[in-house]
């Protein structure tokens, strides 16, 4: 299928229109330069691509290109399909912009010698390693490309924007949901007492369970229940620790963040906090 010219935006970015007629930004070196509406779009030239289905913003990216030189979008693009091609990553369509607006500023006030400290950095790197080693690949993309090494700092900042772009929430959201894991990570280890091994396949699947579990509490979304009176009574038989542990957390998030867990969200805690402590 042939891609014509539906809108030019600027020199290096048209939109054109997808297999299935919806509109698709297109990044490319001159692609709109000299170009009319209705022109046949040259495929070698297109450089990235993506769609904006929002109107808002489309208009927010159309003043991205105005305000905003054409190579730092396109490292913004590189790490975007960085995430996605490595860690598999589902993206809300606000990365296009919330990222390239982040990484134009934080390179701005690296030059000015303005530095911004990432007071959760640490938990950043602990709780969402796959995002912070998206940043840490912006930082390498940034040096390479003009020559700055931007701070672990920023690393951990966008990192943030991914949490927040996976899960589809604001930022302030995404900060409150890494705080939050963070509570119910430090309050269940203090609880049961044991080593944890971090790299180990049951600490990993605690640590998602925390994420989506505070993602939960923080969109104000309930499992629906399964009638789960008999596993609680064989978790309370076999696993006391844990079942006690997580009633303390569930009871925590009620009197902290007013979310009323049910059964069911008792007992996935429960399995996942036996399953951590036999690794």
């Known amino acids: 299928m042939k891609m014509v010219i539906k809108q030019i935006l600027n020199t290096n970015a048209v939109i054109s229109n997808d297999e299935n007629g919806q509109d698709v930004l297109l990044l490319g070196s001159g692609l709109g330069f ?9 495929q070698e030239r297109v450089e990235k691509q993506f769609i904006l289905k929002d109107k808002n913003h489309k208009s ?6 105005d305000t905003v030189p054409q190579e730092y979008i396109m490292v913004a693009e590189d790490v975007i399909d960085y995430a996605v091609q490595i860690y598999d990553m589902t993206l809300n369509e606000t990365i296009h912009i919330s990222l390239v607006d982040h990484i ?4 701005e006030n690296f030059k000015q010698g303005f530095a911004v400290p990432n007071s959760i950095l640490h938990d950043i790197i602990r709780f969402y390693p796959d995002e912070y080693k998206v940043g840490q690949k912006m930082l390498d993309l940034i040096e390479a490309k003009f020559d700055y090494r931007l701070s672990n700092d920023e690393a951990g900042f966008v990192a943030m924007h991914f949490v927040t772009a996976r899960h589809n929430q604001i930022s302030g959201n995404a900060k409150k949901m890494i705080v939050m894991v963070s509570e119910l990570n430090d309050l269940i280890l203090s609880e049961l007492k044991f080593q944890v091994k971090e790299d180990s396949l049951p600490y990993y699947r605690y640590m998602t369970h925390l994420k989506f579990f505070a993602q939960r509490v923080m969109t104000n979304y309930y499992y ?3 009638g789960g009176a008999r596993m609680l009574e064989e978790l309370l038989r076999n696993y006391p620790d844990e079942y006690h542990c997580s009633q ?8 902290k963040y007013h979310y009323k867990a049910g059964h069911d969200e008792l007992i996935y805690l429960a399995v996942h906090l036996s399953q951590l402590k036999n690794s």
């Open 34 to 42: 000299k170009s009319r509406n209705g022109d046949v779009i040259d």
């Open 60 to 65: 927010q990216f159309r003043e991205i290109l």
């Open 104 to 107: 134009y500023h934080a390179v």
């Open 224 to 226: 629906k229940e399964h």
């Open 248 to 255: 303390k957390v569930c009871k925590y998030i009620e009197d």
